[in-house]
């Protein structure tokens, strides 16, 4: 099969290494800067220099594509603002509604979002049925972008939007990541929760939906949501550091998002995950 990635980067470029050990795919990965191109030969036939929100750079990229992966994301592990946000994914989308009519071919679209689309829950538990209210532009822009994606299903076409945690693995490992909270303190209690997926098992769902023709939304999380405090308490212990201390609740402090994310669905269509719980050290 013909498959395109676009947006080749920490999960683009483990699927892609995935899929260069089962041999079956034809693959053609895309980054946004030269430099990256000789690093991404070894995992693909093509390697192209590509902005999505160009059409005919995307075209270029899609043509003769039967699937395509959409897994592109601003400014790697940087916060950026929400314009910058629009300009990868919406106008992306935008891009790739103008070319559907010139490729047919294209049967499948796999679109990872976030599931930074739900809005508070209040700690309890939400699946894909809950409507995604957005607490903040970014967010807003993803399900802007969710939804002009949706517009792309037809007949021949099914498209995917996997909703995903927030991703850990090898090179983004927990400990190392926050260690440096380790003894200082933090405003609230910590009683949030925060859902995670390691890169490994957002790879696999990937393959999954392209290989099983999934047509629908997906969480893709873990089965254990963890309450922050908890989190980074395990973190702490685990590294011999000194604990992170909370200030208790602040009255008018505006509240995080606190939501505990249902995986149901990716377990009813098949998916077994091969990390099932957080794994703190990943490197
Ligand atoms: N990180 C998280 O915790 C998290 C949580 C929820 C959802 N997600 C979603 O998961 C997906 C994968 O994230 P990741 O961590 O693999 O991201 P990443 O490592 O930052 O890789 C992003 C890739 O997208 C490319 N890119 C950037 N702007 C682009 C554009 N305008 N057009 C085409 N490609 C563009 C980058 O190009 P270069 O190669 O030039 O850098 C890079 O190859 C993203 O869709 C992200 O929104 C991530």
Redesign the pocket.
Known sequence: MRVTI????????ALARRWGEQAAVDLTV????EE?RVE?IPVARRVL?????DPSALFQALDGAEAAV????????RQVDADAYA???R??MRALQELLPDMPQLRQIV??????VYGDAAGAWVDESTPAIPRDAHAAV?LESEQLLEQCRADQRRVCVL??????GPG?DLIRRFKTLAGTTRTGDGRIYCNW?H?DD?AGAIAAAVAGGWDQTVNVVDDQPWLVADLLNQICNSADLPPVQWSGSEPGAKPMVDRRISNRHLHSLGYELLHPRLLLRSE
Do not use: H, K, W
């Open positions: 676009v947006g080749c980067g920490y999960v683009g470029e895309t980054t946004t800067r990256r991404l220099v590509v902005r999505a929100s959409f897994c592109m994301a601003p400014g790697g592990d300009a990868t994914y106008d992306s679109y990872t979002s976030s599931c930074g993803l909703r995903l945690g927030a991703i850990y983004r997926i890169r957002v």
